[in-house]
């Protein structure tokens, strides 16, 4: 037993080194009896990330590498230099570059032209040489719509006088679920619902900006949404008020292409109690992105209370983490975690009632996007 279980550390650590193992690339840009060997790792660095160059040559007395311009410039005084390189390299003022379609194809390659000198012996020999950029698709997208199906797994509880549970349940079941997006220069707006087995809800989000300030603008956002959940037993303990509620708030949000994050305050209600509502929202979309990611992500936190006391026994507490990964260009696997928490006063505060759910998503779904 203890050998299998070396063998499998062993593969694992054999696993986990190939998967973490980044591609070099080697060139020999000077031959003879003074070579000179440039290493690039990774071999094809993305825009936006930076590269470990490493320059070789024997015997030599001093390494210079510059930008062809001449902007960036470093040197060593040995026979090795080794540096990190951005993608920036030569560039005099940030820029934002993508790559091209050009008859169909798309032209991702950048080269960034620089020169090597390399001295030995108060002799100065000086070589060209080009280092490769991959370059980020624009993402022009501006409309996505998605579709899908998800099992559920739920895990809920009601508890009254003196934490005595009066109902416990655990089970799962099966949710369809639909939204659209869209993202333009100075809108952002979504409309997602979603439909199961004694559960359904329908939201809005809508986002102005008001300020451009680079590529983040900043806003106003608002959010509406209403579900219906029929699990609580409100027959059985009348404290309970209705089982379809609503929110609605407003708040400043901060926006980038197919990004936005917002906190707002605005109402609850359940139909008998209107209460305050405070809430934050994180959303990315990865279609809509300025490049395309292939990941959405939408977390959400939102606190009611009321009830007109300085410490309010009335509650409602929801937090709710989804992604989306996308396994194929349309395709994607969404996983999901929620928490949701209510209370409601009785005579006395040791016989509120108190409801958990705790929800686990696990499904997928299909996008359209243009």
């Not at 290493?39 to 936006?48: D, E, I, K, Q, V």
């Not at 895990?155 to 089970?171: E, K, N, W």
């Not at 686990?360 to 359209?368: A, C, I, M, R």
Request: aromatic share 8%; charged share 20%.
């Amino acid at each position: 037993m203890e050998r299998l279980i070396r063998i499998a550390v062993a593969a694992a650590v054999v696993f986990a080194s190939a998967a973490c193992a980044i591609p070099s690339q080697t060139t020999r840009v000077a031959g003879g009896a003074e070579p000179v060997t440039v290493r690039l790792r990774p071999a094809l660095p993305s825009w936006g990330e930076s590269a470990e160059l490493t320059i070789e040559s024997p015997s030599a007395d001093s390494i210079v590498f510059m930008s062809e311009n001449g902007l960036d410039r470093y040197s060593s005084d040995s026979s090795t230099l080794r540096i990190r390189v951005s993608s920036s390299l030569g560039d005099s003022v940030p820029v934002n570059r993508y790559a091209v379609r050009w008859n169909g194809e798309l032209l991702s390659r950048l080269v960034k032209p620089t020169l090597i000198q390399v001295c030995r012996q108060g002799s100065c020999r000086e070589y060209y040489h080009e280092i490769p950029v991959k370059l980020p698709e624009a993402n022009h997208r501006t409309f996505a719509l998605a579709a899908g199906y998800s099992t559920v797994f739920a895990r809920r509880s009601l508890t009254g006088s003196r934490r005595t549970v009066l109902f416990q349940d655990a089970l799962s079941s099966g949710i369809w679920s639909a939204q659209a997006e869209w993202a333009a220069r100075a809108w952002n707006a979504r409309v997602q619902g979603y439909a199961g087995p004694g559960d359904r809800g329908a939201a809005l989000d809508l986002s102005r900006v008001v300020k451009h300030s680079g590529d983040v603008s900043y806003g106003v956002a608002l959010h509406v949404d209403a579900d219906r959940s029929e699990w609580l037993p409100q027959a059985q303990v009348p404290v309970i008020t209705g089982r379809t509620t609503w929110r609605a708030g407003v708040g400043p949000s901060l926006m980038l292409r197919g990004v936005m994050a917002t906190t707002q305050i605005g109402l609850y209600s359940d139909g008998v109690q209107t209460m305050q509502v405070v809430s934050t929202r994180v959303r990315v979309n990865g279609n809509l992105t300025e490049v395309r990611l292939p990941v959405s992500i939408s977390a959400e936190k939102t606190f009611a209370f009321g009830g007109g006391e300085i410490v309010s026994r009335r509650r409602d507490a929801l937090e709710r983490l989804t992604a989306s990964v996308y396994v194929m260009e349309s395709f994607a696997l969404n996983i999901g975690l929620a928490a949701h928490r209510s209370a409601w006063p009785n005579q006395q505060p040791s016989d509120d009632l108190r409801a958990s759910e705790t929800l686990f998503t696990l499904g997928g779904q299909y996008t359209l996007s243009w």
